[in-house]
Every structure is written in structure tokens, then in C-alpha cells.
């Protein structure tokens, strides 16, 4: 079946546009997840969905941030006059839902989509 | 603060070794743990995971080891093969009581070479 789907796949802006980021998570996954990945580095959390609501922003840096998933399936990262700092990688990764444990095992793979890379001049 | 490290940026193995990839966390309510490897241009894949009530967890030619005193855990892969070169990133998770969402916080990474 399809994965996580993300687009575009590369955008360049200048510093000071507005930026939508656009993620297509596996059918039927009610977990939504944003990271970012800056170069060097591994993925940092932004923020999560359950459904259509996000449970945990905590890690949105600044109100410059944003996301959405209206009808808990495809969400979209809204970044506002973009900075040179934001310059990074955003992945997107969908998941079954809240992990389960069973016979010690957890179970709560992460799927990820294979990102935007974001460039802002 | 880094509550998750992989103070290796970089490892060089030969075809058919073991290459073993450390992590260490600083966090002690982490109690999920999971190994991920990315290949240039691809989002991070899932390799093997471990819960914190085990202290091993095999998968085929992949073992993760957890130290849970030493907040430590490591990555084996035996035969190493070329396929293998990529970028390992460690995770972990809390869980909270069963209200946790599996928010993953990562190590920096290792970039592993397997020479044929």
C-alpha cells in the first residue's frame, strides 16, 4: 500500500514568505506526527495529531508555526514569515494509533514520510 | 538539552563484521526505545524496538541491547553487508500511565559504512 506522502518535496522561499507544507499520512492512521530535522542532526518534535485535534504542539517553536489536519486525515504545516533558521528538513510520520504493549513488546511504529526540504534565502 | 546521544557521528565496518552503534539517554522515565535507519533522500525507516522491561530484542541479523542502569543501549548488526550503509538514528519514548502518544525524541545519528 501507499506510505506517508509528502509535498513538495523541496521548496525555496525567501525570508519572510508564508509556506504550506502538505502531508498525505496512511490511509486509516489516526496518529499524525511533525518533526524537523536540521542538518546534522536527528529529528526534533513538533507537534501531534489524534484525529482532527493536536494533543501536543510543544514543540512548535514560536507562533510563527502552525498545523492543521481538518478532517484527520491530510494535515498541513502553515509556517509564517519564514526565517533563515527555519531552513530544515520537515517529516511527517502517521502511525495505527496510541501504542499497545503485549507480552512485553510495544508496539507503535512510526511511519515516515520522505519530507520537505525547506530553504528559506 | 540533548536527553537522547550518539556520540559516534560515524562508523566504518567491513562486509561480514559486526557493527555495533551506542546510544545514551539522560531521561529515566523513557521506557520505549527504538532504533531507525535513513537512507539519503527517504524519510527514517523502522528497524527494531525494545521496551524498557526487556533488556534484549532480536530481529533477524539485528539485536538491540538495553542497559537500563547505565541508560545506555546499543545496535548489532551480524553480517554487516554494503546494503546496510545509512544513517542510524536512536529514539525513545515515554509513556506516561498508557496516555502517552509515542512522541519520539532522537540521538544525532551515526553514519554507518559497511566496505565489501
Known amino acids: 500500500g501507499a506510505g506517508v506522502s509528502q509535498t513538495p518535496s523541496n521548496k525555496v522561499t525567501e525570508k519572510g514568505k508564508y509556506v504550506e507544507l502538505r502531508c498525505d499520512p496512511i490511509?486509516?492512521?489516526?496518529?499524525l506526527y511533525w518533526y524537523r530535522q536540521s542538518l546534522g542532526q536527528g529529528p526534533e518534535f513538533l507537534i501531534y495529531f489524534q484525529g482532527t485535534g493536536a494533543a501536543d504542539d510543544s514543540g512548535l517553536p514560536n507562533d510563527r508555526f502552525f498545523a492543521v489536519r481538518p478532517e484527520g486525515s491530510v494535515s498541513t504545516l502553515k509556517i509564517q514569515r519564514t526565517e533563515r533558521g527555519d531552513s530544515a528538513v520537515y517529516l511527517c510520520?502517521?502511525?495505527?494509533?496510541?501504542?499497545?504493549?503485549?507480552?512485553?513488546?510495544?508496539?507503535?511504529?512510526?511511519?515516515f514520510g520522505p519530507g520537505t526540504r525547506l530553504t528559506v534565502l | 538539552d540533548q536527553q537522547v546521544k550518539q556520540n559516534s557521528p560515524s562508523l566504518s565496518v567491513q562486509e561480514g563484521r559486526i557493527s555495533i552503534l551506542n546510544c545514551d539517554y539522560t531521561?529515566?522515565?523513557?521506557?520505549?526505545f527504538l532504533w531507525y535507519k535513513k537512507y539519503p533522500a527517504e524519510g527514517p525507516t523502522f528497524l527494531i524496538s525494545i521496551s524498557s522491561i526487556k533488556d534484549k530484542n532480536e530481529d533477524g541479523r539485528f539485536t538491540v541491547f538495553l542497559n537500563k542502569s547505565a541508560k545506555h543501549l546499543s545496535l548489532h548488526i551480524v553480517p554487516s553487508q554494503p546494503g546496510d550503509s545509512a544513517v542510524y538514528f536512536c529514539a525513545a519514548s515515554l509513556y506516561a500511565g498508557g496516555t502517552s502518544y509515542g512522541k519520539l525524541t532522537f540521538g544525532q545519528g551515526t553514519i554507518l559504512t559497511v566496505h565489501p
Open positions: 531521561n529515566s522515565m523513557f521506557d520505549y
Open positions: 490511509s486509516g492512521h489516526t496518529a
Open positions: 510520520a502517521s502511525s495505527r494509533g496510541l501504542p499497545i504493549t503485549s507480552g512485553g513488546k510495544t508496539h507503535n511504529e512510526q511511519f
